[in-house]
Nanobody, 130 residues
Framework: QVQLVESGGGSVQAGGSLRVSCAAS????????MGWFRQAPGKEREGVAA????????YYADSVKGRFTISQDNAKNTLYLQMNSLKPDDTAMYYC???????????????????????WGQGTQVTVSS
């Protein structure tokens, strides 16, 4: 059974950086979509970034492009989200999610087909103050 555990959230001032991690276990394939999502109070959950693990293909929401980087460490079974130039609007609970052997083969497919994700972590809070 796949388990995802996020860590690394915290509080930072605008312009600062944070890296959140997602430790994965129970993976039985080399092909997964993995994604970072976030949800702010009173707002719908939104996609932030996604990666297709079979090729390392990535995709980003326009709001974070150029500031955030999603990456994977296969040896550690860990997904990362490096967040730079943080803004108060980035404040949210950040969730890691995965889907095994997706129908698509690219980061853009993984980002677009967010309803396919069926494994979720518990979330880690990121707070950016102005």
């Amino acid at each position: 059974q796949v388990q995802l555990v996020e860590s690394g959230g915290g509080s930072v001032q605008a312009g600062g950086s944070l890296r959140v991690s997602c430790a994965a276990s129970g993976f039985t394939s080399s092909r997964y979509c993995m994604g970072w999502f976030r949800q702010a109070p009173g707002k719908e959950r939104e996609g932030v970034a996604a990666i297709y693990t079979g090729r390392g293909s990535t995709y980003y929401a326009d709001s974070v492009k150029g500031r955030f980087t999603i990456s994977q460490d296969n040896a550690k079974n860990t997904l990362y989200l490096q967040m730079n130039s943080l803004k108060p609007d980035d404040t949210a609970m950040y969730y890691c999610a995965a889907v095994r052997e997706p129908l698509g083969y690219s980061g853009s497919w993984c980002y677009t087909n967010r309803r396919e994700y069926n494994y979720w972590g518990q979330g880690t809070q990121v707070t950016v103050s102005s």
